[in-house]
């Protein structure tokens, strides 16, 4: 598979805003997603970026996609409680690949 | 509201068992994929199904078998269970890509499985 790395844990107050980052190997990437996982629950999509685009928002998430260095980040505006869970990065590696290679996961903690 | 079930939310078995996990989808999705989840691993895939009595082995396969003999159903089997494949178990299923649509997968809540 290929190596996605993410940092394991990121604690944040509520109200604050949340990075959360991901680094990936593979120049070909096509699709880079970004997956919540809530406690006891499966994986959710939360959004994704086409690799031709350096920057996606969506309410108060943001995406940011720096293909150089093969880096994407999630940027959560004004955290909330609700926003604690793990959250994966995953690519796809060419256009109509059916199967993804995630991320190692980080652990958000909203402190109220 | 589109769903994927897995047959266990907790199970316990013993070194040497045969275990199997079943996983359902009813969205009509031509995919099928069995992760495992493990802390500071992520998740890595270890087979997937693209059609029916169709599999392909993922990063980690030593040790599981798939069974996909109706497009809604794929199970994981463990031959002969050992204690390394203590682990969160997950499901998801996917549409068959096209060139041009990103890819969606749906996850089930997963199966904690111990082996003891």
């Not at chain 2, 996909?68 to 996917?94: D, G, H």
């Amino acid at each position: 598979g290929e190596d996605v790395e993410q940092s394991p844990f990121l604690s944040v107050r509520e109200g604050d805003s949340s990075v959360i980052n991901c680094t990936y190997t593979d120049s070909s990437s096509t699709y880079l997603y970004w997956y919540k996982q809530e406690p006891g629950a499966g994986l959710q999509l939360l959004t994704y970026i086409f690799s031709n685009m350096d920057m996606k928002q969506d309410q108060r998430l943001t995406v940011l996609l720096n293909k150089k260095d093969k880096h994407l980040s999630l940027r959560i505006a004004d955290t909330q409680t609700g926003d604690s869970a793990i959250y994966f990065c995953a690519e796809s590696i060419r256009l109509g690949a059916n199967n993804l290679f995630f991320g190692t996961g980080t652990r958000l903690t909203v402190i109220p | 509201d589109v769903k994927v079930t897995q047959s266990s939310r907790y199970l316990v078995k013993r070194t040497g068992e045969k275990v199997f996990l079943e996983c359902v989808q009813d969205m009509d999705h031509e995919n099928m994929f069995w992760y495992r989840q493990d802390p500071g691993l992520g998740l890595r895939l270890i087979y997937f199904s693209y059609d029916v009595k169709m599999k392909e082995k993922g990063d980690i396969p030593e040790g599981y078998s798939v069974s996909r003999e109706k497009k809604e159903r794929f199970s994981l089997i463990l031959e002969s269970a050992s204690t390394n494949q203590t682990s969160m178990y997950l499901c998801a299923s996917s549409l068959k890509q096209g060139l041009r649509s990103y890819n969606e997968q749906f996850f089930g809540p997963g199966t904690r499985l111990t082996v003891l």
